[in-house]
């Protein structure tokens, strides 16, 4: 294993409504192991120090930010994460797909995060450009029809190629989200760390097959006014004029103590994941 940087100092990001005492339990365990601890809620009574915001949290010199609830907690800390700061997922929730460990799990986590013993899984993010101001995307953008009088016709731009059909709308997802809408949609599921895009066409008239294609600029205007959805919890109203999706700057890197490969889809269908080889 390649060693990492030990933590020395931890950002909490906590899932809304989650039980205080699970909060309390998970944030006195990384105050008691003489990490510096940072949270957006006041745990001074555990010894952790409030900020105000994420901005804030960054500012703070985080070695990792630590997420407490489900895949959704992970994804909002994650736009709202625009560089490349290690995140380590506790899931709390049902699946927790993308999540590492559960809470029980923290006592060994939290030994091998203070020795460097845990690995960097990078994955690729993608961003819109349109009327708006948005932030980048782990799992997935949905660009799609607002009203539902009259079938929209998109015209998507890959490169030389332009597809224009009747539908209504289109995912672009990235490796990481192939596990995600775009699955419910037929899509297929893509290693995680694959260098690609998936584009998913969502309820064409013509049968139009999802395509993976390499990073890229890809082109996307409507002939109605769309919404862009990204990651399936923020939504974002497009007036006029394109969206334009490409490959975020800044990879998602999520901490992981073991190596696997497709680990998402193995816990999708409960299987274990396989290990790669060394």
Do not use: W
Request: positive net charge; proline residues 6%; glycine residues 6%.
């Amino acid at each position: 294993m390649a060693y990492q940087k030990p933590v020395q100092v931890a950002g909490v990001i906590l899932k809304e409504g989650l039980d205080r005492k699970i909060k309390a339990n998970i944030v006195s365990k990384l105050v008691k192991a003489e990490i510096q601890t940072y949270t957006l809620e006041d745990f001074g009574s555990e010894g952790a120090l409030k900020v105000e915001n994420v901005n804030e949290l960054k500012k703070m010199g985080t070695d990792i930010v630590i997420t407490v609830g489900g895949d959704g907690t992970l994804l909002r800390a994650l736009r709202l994460l625009h560089d490349e700061t290690p995140v380590l997922p506790i899931n709390v929730g049902h699946r927790g797909i993308l999540s590492e460990i559960k809470p029980e799990e923290l006592d060994e986590a939290i030994t091998k995060l203070k020795r460097g013993e845990y690995i960097l899984d990078r994955r690729m993010r993608i961003a819109a450009k349109s009327n708006v101001k948005l932030p980048p995307a782990t799992n997935e953008i949905y660009v799609v029809r607002r009203t539902h009088v009259g079938t929209p016709r998109f015209t998507i731009k890959i490169g030389e190629a332009h597809l224009n059909i009747r539908m209504d709308g289109v995912i672009v997802a990235t490796p990481t989200g192939s596990t995600g809408h775009a699955y419910s949609l037929k899509g297929p599921v893509l290693q995680e760390n694959l260098e690609a895009i998936l584009v998913v066409p969502v309820s064409p008239l013509l049968n139009v097959p999802p395509i993976v294609i390499k990073p890229q600029l890809i082109t996307i205007k409507a002939d109605q006014h769309t919404d862009i959805v990204v990651d399936g919890q923020e939504v974002y109203p497009v007036e006029e004029g394109e969206v334009v999706i490409c490959r975020y700057e800044c990879a998602a890197n999520l901490v992981r103590f073991k190596s696997f490969t497709f680990k998402q889809l193995f816990r999708m269908i409960n299987q274990p994941a396989l290990p790669l080889s060394a």
